[in-house]
C-alpha cells in the first residue's frame, strides 16, 4: 500500500475498507496471516486486484468493501513456508456528465444600437449534486472581464442556481453599460466546467444598423409636422358663415 494513500483507508478485524473509491485505489492487495500448526508456523496470503472503472466520484458514496475473507482448510497448508491464493475484484464508480450550455447557442450575433446598454445571460444545465462545483465564467477575447478592455464598462455576476426538471439551471449574467463602434466583432466566449467535462460557446458583438429606424422616426415626424400645419391652415382660411335672414310672405286679409 502506498503512504500517500494511507489515509483513505481503514483496517479493522481484518477488513480493509476504502471509503470513496478513486482512480488511484487501483492496484493488487495482499492479504497475509500467519498461522501455528503444530508447533510450525505458517505463512498464507490472498491476493486481491482492484480495477477502478470511470471518473472519480465528486460526492462520497457508500464504501465498497472487497472480500478478502479467506477460508482456512488445514489439507491446503502443505510443509512449504507459504502458500497464496488470488482473485479479481472491479467497482463501478458514477459517471460525472459534463454540463451543458443551453443558452446562448453557439455562434449567435447579438446586435445593439450605439450607445446603449446589453445584457446577456448564459444559462449551464448539470447535476443538481454538481452545481456549487460547476465553474461557469464568461470572457472577452479570451481574456477574463476583468482583464479585458471591457474592463469598466462591462460587469459579470448575479449567479444564481434553479431546479429544473433535467437538473439544475445555473445562470450567470453579463452587462455591456455602453455598445460602441471598438466592440464589434467582439468574441463574448461563455465558458463551464466541472470534473464531468467541459463545454464553451462563442457569440459576438454587432452594432444594429440604425438606417431603418431613423427612417421610421423621420416618417413619424413629418406626418406629426404636416398634420399640425393641416389644422394651422385650416383655422386660418375657414370660411366665414354668413348670417342669414329668413324671409317670409305675411297673408294680408283685406277688404274693398
Not at 175 to 189: G, H, P, Q, R, Y
Amino acid at each position: 500500500m502506498k503512504d500517500s494513500r494511507r489515509g483513505s483507508f481503514s483496517q479493522d478485524q481484518g477488513y480493509l475498507l476504502i471509503r470513496a473509491v478513486r482512480r488511484s485505489h487501483a492496484g493488487v492487495y495482499t492479504c497475509q496471516v500467519r498461522v501455528l500448526i503444530n508447533n510450525q508456523q505458517y505463512k498464507v496470503s490472498r491476493t486481491v486486484q482492484l480495477c477502478v472503472k470511470g471518473l472519480d466520484p465528486a460526492i462520497t458514496t457508500n464504501p465498497t468493501v472487497p472480500d478478502v475473507s479467506m477460508t482456512s482448510n488445514p489439507g491446503l497448508i502443505s510443509s512449504s513456508s507459504s502458500s497464496s491464493s488470488s482473485s479479481y475484484s472491479t467497482v463501478h464508480t458514477p459517471m460525472i456528465q459534463p454540463p451543458v450550455i443551453v443558452s446562448p447557442l453557439n455562434g449567435t450575433i447579438v446586435e445593439s444600437l450605439h450607445g446603449s446598454g446589453l445584457e446577456l445571460f448564459c444559462k449551464v444545465l448539470t447535476e443538481c449534486q454538481m452545481a456549487p462545483s460547476t465553474v461557469v465564467t464568461w470572457l472577452v477575447n479570451g481574456q477574463s472581464v476583468e482583464s479585458s478592455y471591457l474592463d469598466g464598462r462591462a460587469l459579470q455576476g448575479g449567479r444564481r442556481v434553479t431546479k429544473v426538471s433535467e437538473g439544475c439551471q445555473i445562470e450567470l449574467r453579463l452587462i455591456l453599460v455602453a455598445m460602441t463602434e471598438e466592440d464589434v466583432m467582439t468574441e463574448l466566449k461563455c465558458v463551464t466546467q466541472n470534473q464531468g467535462g467541459r463545454q464553451e460557446v462563442v457569440t459576438q458583438l454587432q452594432l444594429e444598423d440604425s438606417t431603418f429606424t431613423w427612417l421610421v422616426v423621420a416618417a413619424v415626424a413629418v406626418s406629426c409636422f404636416l398634420t399640425v400645419v393641416s389644422i394651422f391652415l385650416y383655422v386660418i382660411f375657414k370660411p366665414k358663415r354668413k348670417n342669414k335672414m329668413n324671409y317670409f310672405l305675411a297673408r294680408q286679409n283685406s277688404t274693398f
